[in-house]
């Protein structure tokens, strides 16, 4: 039986099934390795790491007997693949990027890494604007009787919930971007449904937010509304040249 083949745009060849299934075994190898890697460095700088994601709360609390080894292991798993993430893209960009067409490979180029930088800023001005805010809001209640006695596993369930649809939010000006380019949308239209969109911006954080104080509502609603605002202005601005 013959291999089944796949084509290529990047060669002038065929690459038969066989060797995409092992081309994609080698990459992934390499990509065990190397977050393996990125581990080892994480591990050797815990305390930092430790340190900084929990300076915003202060002291934290272990509640149960093995919380702390799997917390710690979780950053370290975590850390090591964000250590590793620029090789791990480049392993999964590798085994992708023949199957596109020159035009194709282009837009990509520009695409991704545009959303890489506006979901490391999301993350950024979560962690550093709005989680101290929210702590800061939220240990406003504590008194001589009520004192907070916060859990590793629970600030950091937190704060994973409250900084990572910051990381998508913020890429809502590409996606309005790229629809505008396709002819789905325009600013007109934008202006016409940002009622709607202020609406759906409360919501959609009501939703996803982990506690259900409309002061953290407001501050994952606040950059949609903005970011769509500022992409209304850029498709306006472009579509006038």
């Known amino acids: 039986m013959n291999d089944l083949t796949v084509p290529s745009h990047s060669a002038s060849r065929t690459m038969t099934l066989t060797g995409h299934l092992t081309e994609l075994r080698r990459r992934l190898i390499w ?29 934290l609390y272990f509640i149960k007997p093995a919380e702390a080894f799997f917390i710690y292991f979780k950053v370290v798993l975590t850390s090591g693949a964000i250590v590793a993430s620029p090789f791990l893209f480049y392993e999964f960009w590798a085994f992708l990027i023949p199957a596109f067409s020159q035009k194709e ?13 506006l979901f490391i800023s999301g993350i950024a001005f979560a962690f550093f604007i709005v989680l101290p805010k929210g702590l800061d809001f939220f240990m406003a209640f ?9 859990s590793m596993e629970s600030y950091l369930d937190f704060v994973l919930m409250l900084v990572l649809p910051f990381g998508f939010i913020f890429n809502l000006p590409l996606i309005l971007l790229v629809f505008a380019q396709m002819g789905l949308i325009s600013s007109a239209g ?3 449904k940002r009622r709607y969109v202020i609406f759906a911006a409360f919501i959609l954080a009501a939703v996803i937010t982990p506690t259900t104080d409309m002061v953290s509502q407001c501050f994952l609603a606040a950059p949609i509304i903005v970011l769509y605002e500022i992409s209304r202005i850029i498709i306006q601005y472009i579509m006038q040249k």
């Not at 490979?105 to 930088?117: E, G």
């Not at 504590?142 to 916060?150: A, D, N």
């Open 31 to 59: 990509s065990i390795i190397i977050t393996a890697a990125g581990m080892i460095v994480s591990q050797y700088f815990i305390d930092e790491i430790m340190y900084f994601l929990t300076s915003p709360a202060g002291k």
């Open 105 to 117: 490979k282009t837009v990509l180029s520009l695409l991704v890494p545009s959303s890489l930088i």
């Open 142 to 150: 504590t008194s001589s009787t009520v004192q907070p006695m916060i």
């Open 190 to 192: 934008l202006k016409k």
